[in-house]
């Protein structure tokens, strides 16, 4: 019992436990604007025993075939929700990141054999990560990503150290089922080439060079590349026994188009507002440990697939703030490798000091996190229905107005970030664009994000409601002020240059006689035609 309940296991447990805690007050504090369509795709996919293929909510693509990459995960989401209650479908998607840090902590912590003073910095690394992971989190489907890119990483690791065949069997199941729960699943593919290739890499650059800060894992041999293909490809035809095969594919090749990468909030780059001071932190230590490792390559040699891993990742993540977690994944390996060989010497008379202190209770350390845990569990408010509850960022108090429109509720132009939501509420009604295709080839080339923007944005708005025979638009009728805050300030935002969004759309409906005011609430305006 001693070994198990050690001071730094409790130091573990209580920093999981107060992880926990932030997860789930995140999770409760806001409404995912997709959670109300992918429970509507879950439940349909479970009642019909078939996956989605035809278009039938969306009347600009109505008939059009699309894929449902998170349709499992979908059916996961529906059936937590409608069996066990919202809770429980809270707790599964806290869960999800406290166990992949947990796995992540045990490997590292045998791996490097960490001792305390290595495992305070290691906590502290990662509380940053979190408050920067956090805005991704909560009810949304994309958190797997982040435990399946941590176990494919963990499969590589071990296979790289002990060329263990039978860890690679792990792979086709683990692809496979990814496949069938997130259309990320390609960020798994993309690793296991880059391995592959830096292995090859590895190979060419000790046989005919001699370049001595490149840290040369176990050799590969003509068998073991032959093996790692072969699993890898495997893994990647298995993928088309899922139930939309090839079709899969041509649907993610659609994501090609990279409007939305500038016009949803969450693919903007990181240094778009809201700048989270977490992030950019973080975004500079990873810098400051890949210039360390090239620069002090007579203390460490540098790892190429940990260094290139690490690089593409904290590029991606600066280009879209939505890869932050998986640059966390990637990077925190590369990241600890150097962290030991800084603070090695440190760790040694930093612990030697703490056993001196005697009047120091270090047990008391433990209940610090629990302290917090228990203040951050009081505060959140565990709400039934959130459909009911987030009034203040959804139009609850307006929807029996469109309810009652049957006629007019089934060519709906409304927010993109109401589209989930509309989908679950009032399921008859049909919407032009909600979130779940906003790269969709459509008219002349663009997607259909850049023509739903085109009807705020272009001179021809009323062209556009009549080419598409829309009969009510359901807008927002709120503007929040624009504030930024001592980061942004800093990267030289100012609340005073910005000009105010165009919107042609509200100033046509306001005059036109065309249409007329159905219905006005503080969020929002239903506009009808006359």
Known sequence: MKKIFTFKNLLLISFYIFIFSLFLKNSYSYLDPDFGWHLKFGQETLETKSVPHIEHVSFALFGQRWVDHEWLLNVVVYL????FGYLTLNLFFAIIPVVTFILLNNFLIKKHNLNTFHIFFLMLIELLAIFGILPHSGIRVQEINFLF?????????KFDKNKN??????????????SCLHGGFLVG????????CVKILELILKKFTKFNFIEYSSKFYFKDFVMFASVSIFSFLLTFLGPYGLELYSFLYQYRDTFYLMHVSEWLPVYYPTVMASKFFYLIITIAFLIFSIFYTRFKKINIFSFLLTLI???????SKRHFPLLFICSIYFIVDYLILIFDEISIRADNFIEKMHFLNKEAIIFIPLFLSVSIFASIYFMKDPFLYFKDSYPLEILDCIRDEKENNQRIFSNYDWG???IWMIPEAKLFL????????FANGKSILQEYNNFYLSDNTEELLDKYDIKMVFINNKIDPIKFNWLERF???????????????????????????LCEKDLGIVFVRK
Do not use: T
């Not at 937590?80 to 069996?83: A, E, L, N, P, T």
């Not at 593919?189 to 592959?196: I, K, T, Y």
């Not at 990742?313 to 280009?319: N, T």
């Not at 909600?434 to 080839?441: C, E, M």
């Open 491 to 517: 990267l030289g935002y100012n609340e005073n240059k910005i000009k105010p969004r165009k919107n042609n759309l509200r100033d046509y409906l306001d005059s036109s006689d065309k249409w007329r005011l």
């Open 420 to 422: 989930g939501y509309m």
């Open 189 to 196: 593919f993309a690793v296991l080439f880059l391995f592959f």
């Open 434 to 441: 909600d979130g779940r295709l906003p790269q969709y080839p």
């Open 80 to 83: 937590i929700y409608s069996k």
């Open 313 to 319: 990742f904290l590029v991606l993540s600066i280009k």
């Open 149 to 157: 890119l941590f176990l494919l990483l963990l499969i590589l690791f």
């Open 165 to 178: 065949y039978k860890i690679l069997f792990f792979v086709p199941p683990l692809m496979f089922l990814w």
